[in-house]
């Protein structure tokens, strides 16, 4: 995917490993190595921080792709991810709105051009 925003890039989870495997492969995010070769995400030269913390509350993360709904829908079924709800349109019209949960029950708003 071909991912234009991403937001917080602060997202709580209880297991750093899996959230990291997660975010990378369905968005394909880019990823660098750091000490002691934990990985690390970033987008647009920002760093994603995954916060260990079993107490936190889920959160909503908000990610526009370039792609079209098909693209989108393609990768998902290509990476086993699957649908929290059915896609909804954007109020404009214009946009497609997927709806997916991670592993650790944040709620995720793929928003892709129709």
Do not use: C, W
Not at 14 to 21: D, G, M, S
Not at 57 to 76: A, C, G, L, M, S
Not at 79 to 108: C, M, W
């Amino acid at each position: 995917m071909r991912v234009r925003k991403f937001a917080p890039l602060r997202i709580p989870t209880t297991n750093v490993a899996r959230a990291v495997r997660f975010y990378r492969e369905v968005f394909d995010l880019p990823t660098e190595f750091g000490e002691n070769e934990s990985r690390h995400l970033y987008f647009d030269q920002q760093s994603i921080v995954f916060e260990e913390d079993p107490e936190a509350d889920p959160i909503v993360v908000q990610v526009t792709v370039r792609d079209h709904k098909e693209t989108v829908e393609n990768h998902f079924i290509n990476y086993y991810v699957t649908q929290a709800k059915p896609a909804t349109e954007s109020e404009d019209d214009r946009h497609i709105i997927f709806h997916l949960d991670d592993f650790e029950g944040n709620h995720i708003e793929v928003i892709a051009n129709k």
